[in-house]
């Protein structure tokens, strides 16, 4: 599980661990900047922000106009009930906090670490989110053996909460991928051919 802020504590209390809940305030903050920062192209209302994030929709609103009035997200004026704000393209630190909060090189050991007791892990790539590419067909690429898919899942659904945003991955045992990549199959290609980067290889294939 990922590290856990004392939400609004002001002065922020000592036992607090997380640097990232220290630097922004509360943990509270964290989970809806990571909202709105890894689903570039989404808009909320304050009661879906509020679900998604797991953060009270009281907080919430305060946290959205504090957002708003930095530029950070943008409200939009729709028919349907309910304002929805979405993230502002032409903020001038989106790339920057976007890199800080995904802290994707410190993740990509964090990950490894977290799969292992899902089985022998013999492969991980990350793509996609981890490299700032929203559109990619996916994020994560697991080799491995005598795999607990429960527990693969279990992980990534953590994960998944501390980003804020669906973790896209796929799973294939060493036979499988060693098959596939020999054939140049599309799922390996889709991996290998575009911005990736290797956290993990027991396989010792030589991919760089």
């Known amino acids: 599980m990922g590290k856990i802020c004392i939400e609004y504590a002001y002065p922020i209390d000592r036992m607090t661990s997380d640097p990232l809940c220290k630097l922004f305030g509360s943990s509270a903050r964290v989970k809806l900047l990571r909202l709105f920062?890894?689903?570039?192209?989404l808009s909320y209302t304050v009661p879906d922000a509020a679900q998604r994030s797991r953060v009270p929709e009281?907080?919430?609103?305060?946290?959205?106009?504090l957002f708003t009035a930095a530029g950070l997200i943008k409200r939009a004026r729709l028919r349907s009930a309910g304002a929805r704000y979405g993230l502002n393209p032409d903020f001038q630190y989106l790339?920057?906090?976007?890199?800080?909060?995904?802290?994707?090189?410190?993740?990509?050991?964090?990950?490894?670490?977290?799969?292992?007791?899902?089985?022998t892990i013999k492969l991980v790539i990350l793509s996609g989110?981890?490299?700032?590419?929203?559109?990619g067909?996916?994020?994560?690429?697991?080799?491995?053996?005598?795999?607990?898919?429960?527990?693969?899942?279990a992980a990534v659904r953590r994960l998944e909460a501390e980003l804020g945003k669906e973790v896209?991955?796929?799973?294939?045992?060493?036979?499988?991928?060693?098959y596939r990549l020999g054939l140049s199959d599309h799922l390996v290609r889709d991996v290998l051919d575009y911005p990736h980067t290797i956290v993990l290889d027991k396989l010792n294939i030589g991919l760089k």
């Not at 920062?37 to 192209?41: E, G, I, Q, T």
């Not at 067909?137 to 899942?153: A, I, N, P, S, T």
């Not at 896209?168 to 060693?178: A, H, I, K, M, P």
């Open 37 to 41: 920062l890894f689903n570039p192209r």
């Open 58 to 65: 009281r907080t919430t609103r305060r946290e959205i106009l």
């Open 95 to 119: 790339l920057a906090l976007q890199n800080l909060l995904l802290n994707a090189p410190a993740r990509g050991a964090d990950i490894a670490e977290r799969l292992k007791g899902s089985g």
């Open 129 to 135: 989110i981890f490299l700032g590419e929203w559109d």
């Open 137 to 153: 067909r996916l994020d994560l690429f697991v080799v491995g053996d005598r795999m607990k898919e429960k527990k693969l899942r």
């Open 168 to 178: 896209r991955y796929s799973l294939l045992s060493t036979e499988q991928f060693v």
